[in-house]
């Protein structure tokens, strides 16, 4: 397992509310610069209630967030937000060219058209749909879709990368390779990301802890070999066994 130096975002006593109902709540939670975490669990647990928290778009009832030794809550709200990327599980394209599509953040933070479109380039090479960039967003399949989505955030040069069960909707082919390639870029990159999943095989493949969320609660953080030997309570035991099987 990698080693880290001082965390890049710290939750402590977090918890989310909906009405009356409690659905998220993390005493504690780490992510260190240059990792890429894992959260695992079933749906409903709260795990894109987390990424959407994290990214200050839900606001949570209690709590600190610390980002780079700083309360989130002193950040500047666009400073903070412009930290990161979400990439959602549905990609969200918008009606144009897969360039126009990924240029469209850096047009919006000043960079000329000819930079923007130098940095795209890159990305697209990257993530193997250069022969993409002329091709409408409304005509790509769901890789393809999925593969600009991710290209659309990287080219921002995000500090921390948010991903929303990105592979879900995929067949299984396509999410393998999708799989296997952003694997090796985040690799090559250390981009801190911290990724959203209810597959077991996912988190093991792409993380390098996993952190088991389960009823809104981080049960238990560590590598994926010893959470499956030495699971902390039933709960974390069974959910590791329904994934297997």
């Given at each position: 397992m990698k080693e880290f130096g001082a965390p890049l975002l710290e939750v402590h006593d977090v918890m989310v509310k909906r009405g009356k109902k409690t659905v998220l709540n993390i005493s504690e939670l780490t992510l260190f610069p240059g990792e890429v975490l894992g959260i695992v669990g079933p749906n409903g647990a709260g795990k894109s209630t987390l990424l959407l928290t994290l990214a200050r778009l839900i606001i949570p009832s209690q709590g600190r967030l610390i980002y780079k030794n700083k309360p989130v809550a002193e950040w500047d709200e666009?400073?903070?937000?412009?930290?990161?990327?979400?990439?959602?599980?549905?990609?969200?394209?918008?009606?144009?060219?897969?360039?126009?599509?990924?240029?469209?953040?850096?047009?919006?933070?000043?960079?000329?058209?000819?930079?923007?479109?130098?940095?795209?380039?890159?990305?697209?090479?990257?993530?193997?749909?250069?022969?993409?960039?002329?091709?409408?967003?409304?005509?790509?399949?769901?890789?393809?879709?999925?593969?600009v989505s991710l290209a659309r955030a990287l080219v921002l040069d995000p500090q921390l990368l948010l991903l929303d069960e990105p592979f879900s909707a995929l067949d299984p082919p396509s999410r393998g390779r999708l799989l296997d390639d952003l694997a090796g870029l985040l690799n090559q990159n250390h981009r801190t990301t911290l990724f959203v999943t209810h597959h077991l095989r996912e988190a093991a493949r792409l993380g390098d802890r996993v952190a088991v969320l389960l009823d809104g609660k981080v049960r238990q953080v560590g590598s994926m070999e010893e959470i499956q030997r030495h699971p902390l309570d039933d709960q974390v035991a069974e959910f590791v066994v329904s994934e297997q099987d």
């Open positions: 666009l400073t903070y937000r412009r930290q990161m990327c979400l990439v959602f599980q549905d990609p969200l394209l918008l009606d144009g060219t897969v360039m126009e599509n990924v240029i469209l953040g850096l047009r919006f933070r000043g960079i000329s058209k000819p930079e923007a479109v130098k940095l795209a380039s890159t990305w697209l090479e990257r993530l193997n749909i250069s022969e993409l960039s002329e091709r409408k967003a409304s005509q790509l399949s769901g890789g393809e879709a999925h593969r």
